[in-house]
């Protein structure tokens, strides 16, 4: 792959090279820690800085050219940073699960708690279609928008059977209420 000199959204003097078999940008060793973070770059155990490009970033530097030295991204949105906020979307999804058992485990299903449940729920589903909003390939916001659709059949499903169960209770007290002892 050719050096190029490339501006990865704020920093300056990107190397393009092949880490691992895959393209990266190799952050020049005197950028700053913190901001290479959020731009979606990685510490390598060398002590390098890179950042592995996406399928678009990666277009977008094919279609600069071979001629030129110096290729711009900044009008496309870092799939690093996207990636970032549809993880912290959904961990608070996650976050909300745990509340909904901790919720189960400590105050049971009954009539308030469950409102609660509910509320996290709904809470945890929105985080989730949040998250898969901001980026679609995210894993985890999958798996969690998946998770929080299967709690919701689960509990309504449980929910169902509590009904019925109780209704089936109640019509046999009202049929048996007349037997003795």
């Not at 973070?37 to 155990?45: A, E």
């Not at 399928?55 to 050219?65: F, L, M, T």
């Not at 409102?115 to 945890?124: D, H, N, Q, S, Y």
Request: glycine share 8%; proline share 2%.
């Amino acid at each position: 792959m050719n050096e190029k000199n490339i501006r990865y959204l704020e920093i300056k003097n990107c190397k393009l090279t092949e880490q691992y078999g895959r393209p990266a940008l190799l952050a020049p060793e005197d950028a700053d820690a913190d901001r290479l973070k959020w731009n979606g770059f990685l510490k390598m155990p060398d002590g390098k800085w890179i950042h592995f490009l996406t399928k678009s970033e990666q277009k977008e530097i094919e279609n600069a050219g071979q001629e030129q030295t110096e290729i711009v991204l900044t009008q496309i949105q870092s799939a690093a940073v996207s990636e970032k906020k549809s993880r912290i979307l959904a961990g608070g999804s996650a976050a909300l699960i745990a509340a909904i058992f901790l919720t189960i485990f400590f105050g049971g299903i009954t009539g308030g708690w469950l409102v609660l449940i509910l509320l996290f729920l709904a809470g945890a589903l929105i985080l989730s279609i949040a998250a898969l909003i901001n980026n679609r390939d995210s894993d985890f916001a999958k798996y969690m928008l998946g998770f929080s659709v299967f709690l919701v059949i689960y509990l309504l499903l449980w929910m169902f059977v509590i009904m019925t169960f109780r209704s089936a209770c109640d019509s046999c007290q009202e049929q048996c209420h007349h037997i003795p002892g």
